[in-house]
């Protein structure tokens, strides 16, 4: 949106989304800490890698996106949005696994620009999303300590 003077109004949209797992921290990230493997979330129709740009679908839904940092040691990496459906600018997203008491917890956060009028929406949007991922990586690590147990 522009105001009267020409000036972009949007609305800086915070979301994060903390979840904790009966999971040992290493095997968590070693499923989801791999920004050119997806294979642990559901919905995803075709993937693609090259350098530090991951190109996929879900659905209909096409997305690109950024690799900007990556720490094994800090289990964390954080990318961008180039392009995709979302109705956001200046989207700059992590994700990360932190060790816990029992287990680990899972965090994914995004910082991003919104249109006024699409706040509520695409926040909403967004924690729909990381909810998803944050229960397809669960049932994924999940079924990995099973597998290990027998």
């Known amino acids: 949106m522009i105001d009267n003077s020409g000036q972009r109004t949007d609305r800086d949209v915070y979301v994060v989304h903390s979840e904790p797992l009966p999971c040992p921290a290493y095997l968590t990230w070693s499923v989801a800490g791999r920004f050119n493997d997806l294979t642990w979330l559901p919905g995803v129709s075709s993937f693609s890698w090259e350098g530090n740009i991951r190109r996929f679908s879900i659905g209909s839904a096409h997305f690109i996106e950024r690799m900007e940092s990556e720490s094994d040691v800090g289990r964390a990496y954080s990318y961008s949005l180039i392009d995709g459906p979302v109705p ?10 932190e060790a816990a008491e029992g287990g680990c917890v899972f965090v994914m956060e995004s910082r991003s620009r919104v249109a006024p009028e699409m706040v509520a929406e ?3 949007m967004l924690k729909a999303a990381y909810s998803a991922a944050a229960r397809a990586l669960r049932k994924r690590v999940l ?4 597998a290990a147990k027998t």
């Open 122 to 124: 695409v926040e909403q």
């Open 88 to 97: 956001v600018r200046d989207y700059l997203a992590s994700l990360r696994v």
């Open 143 to 146: 079924s990995l300590v099973a």
